[in-house]
């Protein structure tokens, strides 16, 4: 244990710091905006004035609160920072330069390392709010060819229209998991290996798409975590080894 230990913040422990949109529609565990996603304390910032629709047509025109917004979590005292919406991967070459710690702005950044280890004649499914939300700007930003992955969106949800589009601020959760569900059986009999969820809101429903379709299922919680688990010290030990 430190004998002396540094100050500087107001207050302390905050592993991730998140950037939120700015939204009040009702999130639950396995959301990033639902604290109780993370075995590890967490802080947020709303990104108060950004527009939800610079996300969608990838404009740039308010950098100045993301950059604003992430230094404040910065300034905390966090060790990364994450958003709640895999559609900031576009910005995320932009804010890292205004950053003195990593930045994790989309799950679409594990799709090329999976496409590295899938067998050769399997596809990589994205699993994302709107298909007509997601361009092929968020693709490329992340390293991704368009025509290599398969989508599937929550376009056909009348949940996720009510809830998320619409901002309605009540969720019926057995109506947005049998959204979710179903999404995914759409992507059935493309040879699909892995899913990743672009979406954050369909995070908290993973095991059920695991479920339905046996394949590995990845997302924003899975890239934070794994980040996040490169700072734990676990030490190695063998009972064969002296």
């Not at 390392?113 to 939300?133: C, K, W």
């Not at 979406?199 to 975590?225: G, H, K, M, W």
Request: overall charge neutral; aromatic content about 8%.
């Amino acid at each position: 244990m430190m004998d002396t230990v540094p100050g500087g913040h107001n207050t302390y422990g905050h592993v991730v710091g998140i950037l939120m949109n700015d939204s009040t529609i009702p999130r639950i565990p396995g959301d990033p905006g639902h604290a109780e996603t993370f075995a590890f304390p967490v802080i947020y910032e709303v990104l108060k004035g950004f527009p939800f629709e610079d996300l969608i047509s990838c404009k740039k025109d308010h950098m100045d609160i993301l950059i604003d917004k992430a230094r404040k979590l910065e300034a905390k005292g966090v060790s990364l920072i994450a958003t709640d919406c895999g559609l900031f991967g576009p910005f995320h070459a932009d804010l890292k330069k205004h950053l003195k710690v990593s930045f994790v702005g989309s799950a679409l950044d594990l799709v090329p390392l999976l496409q590295r280890f899938l067998p050769a004649n399997q596809r990589v499914g994205v699993i994302t709010g709107h298909t007509g939300m997601l361009k092929p700007g968020h693709l490329t930003a992340a390293g991704i060819d368009p025509a290599s992955v398969c989508l599937a969106g929550m376009e056909n949800s009348s949940e996720f229209n009510r809830v998320v589009i619409e901002k309605t601020p009540s969720l019926n959760i057995e109506k947005m998991r049998q959204g979710v569900v179903d999404a995914a059986l759409g992507l059935s009999g493309n040879n699909i290996g892995a899913i990743v969820l672009e979406c954050t809101n369909l995070i908290s429903f993973r095991a059920d798409i695991q479920q339905a379709l046996r394949i590995p299922v990845f997302d924003l919680v899975t890239l934070i975590e794994t980040f996040v688990s490169g700072f734990g010290v676990r030490k190695f030990h063998s009972r064969f080894i002296r």
